[in-house]
């Protein structure tokens, strides 16, 4: 192949003969769209899979496609999963690439070190680029990497890093890598570095590198081994503590975190990720889950989505998980159960999971239950078949949230005794009559509402029993209260206002009643009546 610049193929790029630089009927059909500004071109992959829009083989002209692919404005996105061998074809095709203007997503792989290297080269000059993907099957070295280090440090605005399954990258890779990380500043958006053979060396030094990456919102780090990583790990929630970033998305599955790594780096990734991902690390147990359960419970906790599929729970784990649970405000999806183990809990854990959602050993206690998780999933992301108590109160979260909190209560406690209030006084009077105001809703709520044979009533009472139970613990309440606080001219106009109220209430009540006793003797009367006139009729 002779040597040829830019200026040779924009001269004879209108009269080529597509058929002479091209190893198939196929590949010069899409070479003429190329060449053509096809707008409907979007995606391009150059490669030898066979399920690609260009098939190398021999006779194709990487020149000539690389610089049809350089001028094309509709490309948004390239895959190059091969190149020939030979430097100046190469080189060609990657020159060619440097020119375009349109390209923002670019994955590679299967190639050699020589290709690699010219690839990278290219991409330093694509300014526009916001992805790329490094495939699991190029040639390179630990040494190598430092191509991908000159492209961070050039300049570029990537928002996405893709690097999963390169196990050449390992600790000494990622000391390469680190330097370039610092310098892509707060373009990186997301950064996937799963199954690279990182340990806890290469993870304090992915760490360090990442202070400058305050854009940083998801980070995949799953499938290397930090079963001795409590350092790095410890390193990386000091980072999301202390750093001004804003990381939501943290993905740790089969890492071999230990309960100890767990410990260390638990709080801080509780404090700042909305999904956080601990799938398949077996190795963590009750202990480990004790110190994610502090965490959970934490006022700051943000974790809305939590994946523990893979972890041995067992009942110890679920008692002490369901404590964080407790007074968590944050977590709606829990995904717990693992197809391959089952689950790895008994009625027991249930148990404490349901006293979770609902704690029924004191009105104050179910007030303060857990009010905000919605499904629990397995691994398919189905949901699993639960207790009857359990799928309920799932169901009164997911579909009012708002009202939860005082169905639970109106549910499990019949009687409100309000003794304990009334150390306030009659200044929690007009508080009391408020909160059955706000719970009065609660009487027409139904849940599983997508589904005519399972739609029900949240609560199976009337009103009129509702209004009884109002009334009676608001007598009781203003009947309990101590008789020096009655003395007051003020307690004296409290107690009477809300007696009048009361007593009107209850006049109300029965005259409905009343009036409900006529209306079913009316009924009865003309029932008895039109029996007679058919008995008539029939000569009975």
């Known amino acids: 192949m002779d040597h040829r610049d830019y200026n040779y193929y924009k001269a004879n790029a209108a009269t080529i003969n597509l058929g002479e630089i091209t190893s198939s009927a196929k590949n010069a059909k899409i070479l003429r769209r190329l060449r053509d500004g096809d707008d409907k071109l979007h995606h391009f992959s150059v490669g030898r899979r066979g399920w690609e829009n260009y098939y190398i083989g021999q006779g194709d002209d990487l020149g000539w496609l690389g610089y049809f692919i350089g001028r094309s404005a509709c490309l948004h996105s390239l895959l190059i999963n091969y190149l020939l061998d030979g430097e100046q074809q190469i080189h060609a095709f990657s020159a060619g690439i440097a020119r375009n203007q349109s390209i923002r997503n670019i994955n590679i792989d299967n ?133 001004p970033m804003n990381l939501k998305y943290l993905f740790l599955e089969g890492c071999s975190i230990t309960d100890e790594g767990l410990q260390s780096f638990t709080q801080g990734a509780a404090n700042h990720c909305k999904i956080l991902d601990l799938d398949g690390n077996e190795t963590i147990t ?66 404490a999971f349901s006293r979770a959602l609902c704690d029924t050993s004191s009105v104050n206690s179910t007030y303060l239950s857990n009010h905000t ?62 909160w059955f105001e706000r719970a009065k809703p609660c009487m027409a709520l139904t849940i599983y509402d997508h589904d005519p044979d399972l739609r029900q009533l949240v609560l199976d009472e009337s009103d009129e029993a509702f209004e009884s139970r109002a009334l009676t613990a608001l007598y009781e309440f203003v009947r309990g209260i101590p008789l020096e606080v009655m003395k007051s001219r003020s307690g004296l106009a409290v107690a009477a206002a809300y007696d009048e109220k009361i007593a009107r209430i209850e006049e109300e009540n029965k005259i409905a009643l009343e009036q409900r006793d006529r209306k079913i003797e009316e009924r009865d009367r003309r029932i008895e009546q039109l029996e007679k006139e058919i008995m008539r009729l029939r000569g009975w």
């Open 286 to 351: 009750s202990t480990g889950l004790s110190y994610l359960s502090d965490s959970i419970r934490s006022d700051s906790c943000r974790v809305e989505t939590l994946y523990l599929q893979g972890i041995l729970i067992g009942d110890d784990g679920m008692e002490v998980l369901a404590r964080g649970l407790a007074g968590n405000k944050s977590v709606r999806s829990l995904h717990l159960v693992d197809l391959d183990n089952g689950m790895t809990f008994t009625s027991a854990g249930w148990v």
């Open 373 to 434: 998780i919605c499904d629990i999933w397995d691994e398919n992301d189905e949901e699993i078949n639960l207790p009857q108590d359990i799928s309920l109160y799932l169901q009164l979260n997911k579909e009012h949230p708002q009202y939860a909190a005082r169905c639970k209560i109106l549910m499990n406690h019949r009687h409100l005794n309000m003794t304990s209030l009334h150390q306030w006084g009659l200044n929690y009077l007009p508080l009391a009559v408020a």
């Open 111 to 243: 190639l050699n070190n020589d290709a690699f290297t010219s690839v990278m080269g290219a991409l330093r000059i694509l300014s526009q680029l916001e992805k790329l993907t490094i495939g699991p099957n190029n040639n390179v070295d630990p040494d190598d990497w430092s191509e991908l280090r000159t492209l961070l440090e050039s300049g570029c605005k990537l928002q996405q890093l893709c690097l999963s399954e390169n196990i050449s990258i390992g600790n000494e890779g990622m000391g390469v890598l680190s330097h370039g990380l610092r310098g892509i500043g707060s373009s990186l958006k997301e950064l996937t570095l799963s199954d690279n053979s990182i340990s806890n060396e290469g993870l304090s030094t992915l760490v360090q590198a990442l202070q400058t990456c305050t854009g940083l919102e998801t980070l995949y780090l799953s499938y290397n081994d930090f079963s001795s990583a409590a350092t790095g790990l410890g390193s990386l929630s000091n980072w999301l503590q202390n750093s």
